[in-house]
């Protein structure tokens, strides 16, 4: 073998073992990843009710239903879409109807979307960039001054 073949060969198996490596955790990170939808994108796919997703949009106005204990039931709506959503446990302090929401669970064959984490804004200005952007895709984003996962308005 030459000394080019022994340069081209060695090149060779390090990108090799360099792909071999990268499949390798892209397979473990597979299942950790978790990918947003709006009511909206939810309407027009199927998922696996076992694979954890985000969901998030707006708090529909009238939906909060309180149960047992901590037990609670509301709609998470983008406008043109909505999805109930029922939750088991302690709500953010700023968790409220007509305010931005994120839901972290699993979406049932029934349509309810069982949740496991729920996250509101953290102040009066800011909405989560996801939801902002599934507002504005759905035509129900109103103030066009803010961008999206600013905190303050303009620039």
Same mark, same amino acid.
């Given at each position: ?47 696996? &009710? ?14 909060? &239903? ?12 983008? @406008? ?24 972290? @669970? ?10 496991? /984490? ?9 909405? %989560? ?16 001054? &803010?961008? %999206? @996962?600013? /905190?303050? @308005?303009?620039?």
């Amino acid at each position: 073998m030459t000394r080019k073949q022994k340069r081209l060969t060695i090149l060779g198996a390090g990108a090799g073992a360099l792909a071999l490596a990268a499949a390798l955790v892209l397979f473990a990170l597979r299942d950790t990843v978790t990918f947003f939808y709006s009511p909206s994108d939810l309407a027009g796919v199927s998922i696996d &009710e076992a694979r954890a997703i985000r969901i998030g949009g707006l708090v529909a106005e009238g939906s909060v &239903e309180r149960g047992n204990g901590l037990q609670i039931r509301f709609v998470v709506t983008d @406008g043109p879409a909505s999805v109930p959503v029922a939750y088991e446990g302690a709500l953010p302090d700023l968790f409220r109807e007509g305010q931005g929401v994120i839901a972290e @669970g699993r979406l049932g064959p029934d349509g309810l979307f069982r949740a496991e /984490t729920i996250l509101a804004k953290h102040d009066e200005s800011y909405m %989560p960039p996801e939801v902002a952007d599934a507002l504005k895709r759905s035509g129900t984003w109103k103030d066009g001054s &803010e961008s %999206p @996962g600013s /905190t303050t @308005g303009g620039t």
